[in-house]
């Protein structure tokens, strides 16, 4: 049955392209909502960027018909800005103050009620990232849901980039002889239907045994290979089975994309700076280790803080700062962390607010905290990547500051769940936190 949707103004930022993605059903979009995207096309951020494209995306539309009237879509659906049916005295009996989240309402409460009074009523369906607004409408009688067409199904299954398989002891013994094993000729190793390029297989012994082995599955030679994860980096060394897997992954130079996600406390940032100085400063594979952060919500101001750029961005940057600071905990240094790291002239610590332009070639690139990124702002990271450049995305996308953003929505899932396909690509969820006994006893318990 044809539907129509509304679309509240937090959808269209959140992804411009959201026009085309309910089929062949009927968009509606308010007129406060192009209003409210007026008011946004100036600032000078994804917000902004995202409102401008709209803005293009509804001029190209209105060449081919009248946007008030409605405007057909390729995919049999149609576009539609309403200028009807914005009566506020439905809503003000409930919600007395006129904003325009209201007037949102009052356009889906009155095509709602319109609907209800034909034989056969067309569903009217408020569509808002908003959870708030879903609950207002809820109050309403409206139905509501969220934007779904950037979430995964379900986050319980989010590809953790490991399985664990039971294997004939002699099979751990012979990897630990020949550091590979051919998986054609393992039988059960022949048995994993679905693995994925460059995912870890944790071997155990089908007795019983505490004899066990870690490996990582090649899919051009289609053997599982031995890790390449030394006792120690920069004095970081790795404590469980998943950090040795990430540090795998870190120093491997034919995987330019890893993500790593796990919550706080795990390693994650830790490792990848360790990894991070070994590639840039001792091998020399890389050019420059470039770390940045999202300023949450990305590309907000930060004039608003005293001092030149350096001096702005210490707030932000400071988890950084503390982790080298571990990193250098064994190495004489009479000096502030902050002054050692500015002298190094191979580490660069930057905003994301600075990244979009650029092309960074030869250079390995940490983004931590990207779980605060959105599919959109992750792209155009990514795609800012040179030739001969590692970009490693780090987070915990349980811990998200996005007010629009979930654990299923944030660009950091999108990243992991589209790229795990790609042998460009390598993945792994840490588990065990280790930064303290009181660090992990809040992670479980809070």
Known sequence: MRKKYILDTNVLLHDPMSLYNFDDNEVIIPAVVIEEIDRMKNFQNEVGRNARLVGRIFDKLREKGKLNEGVPLENGGLIKIELNHIANETVKEHFIEITNDNRILAVTLNLFHEEQKKEN??????????????????????????????????????????????????????????????????????????????????????????????????????????????????????????????????????????????????????????????????????????????????????????????????????????????????RKIDTNIEDVIAGIKNIEIEALTYIRGRSIPKQF?????????????????ISRVGEGSKIVLLGDPEQIDNPYLDATSNGLTQTVEKFKESKL???????KGERSEVAELAAKLL
Not at 132 to 154: H, T
Not at 273 to 295: H, M, Q, S, T, W
Not at 425 to 431: A, K, N, P
Request: glycine share 4%; net charge neutral.
């Open 121 to 330: 009523p067309t569903p009217v369906i408020l569509v808002s990232k908003d959870v708030i607004m879903r609950v207002k409408a809820d109050a309403l009688g409206v139905p509501s849901q969220d934007y779904l067409s950037d979430k995964i199904k379900n986050y319980n299954d989010l590809y953790t980039g490991f399985i664990t398989t039971y294997v004939h002891p002699s099979t751990i013994d012979l990897f630990y002889t020949e550091k590979r094993l051919i998986r054609s000729l393992i039988p059960e190793l022949r048995e994993i239907i679905d693995i994925y390029p460059n995912q870890f297989v944790i071997l155990k012994d089908s007795f019983g045994s505490s004899k066990s082995a870690v490996a990582r599955y090649n899919k051009e030679t289609d053997s599982f290979e031995h890790l390449y994860s030394p006792e120690s980096i920069w004095d970081v060394s790795p404590r469980n089975v998943q950090q040795r897997m990430a540090v795998d992954l870190l120093l491997n130079d034919n995987i330019p994309v890893v993500t790593l996600t796990g919550k706080a406390g795990t390693g994650k940032t830790l490792l990848a700076l360790a990894c991070g100085l070994f590639k840039v400063l001792d091998e020399k594979i890389y050019n420059k280790l470039l770390i940045a952060r999202p300023i949450v919500p990305m590309g907000n101001d930060i004039g608003y803080l005293p001092g030149d750029k350096e001096e702005k961005l210490k707030p932000w940057m400071k988890p950084i700062y503390d982790n080298f600071e571990y990193i250098f905990r064994n």
């Open 425 to 431: 690509s390598g993945h792994v969820t840490l588990i």
């Open 365 to 381: 690139i940490i983004i931590d905290e990207a779980q605060n990124l959105t599919r959109h702002e992750i792209k155009t990271i």
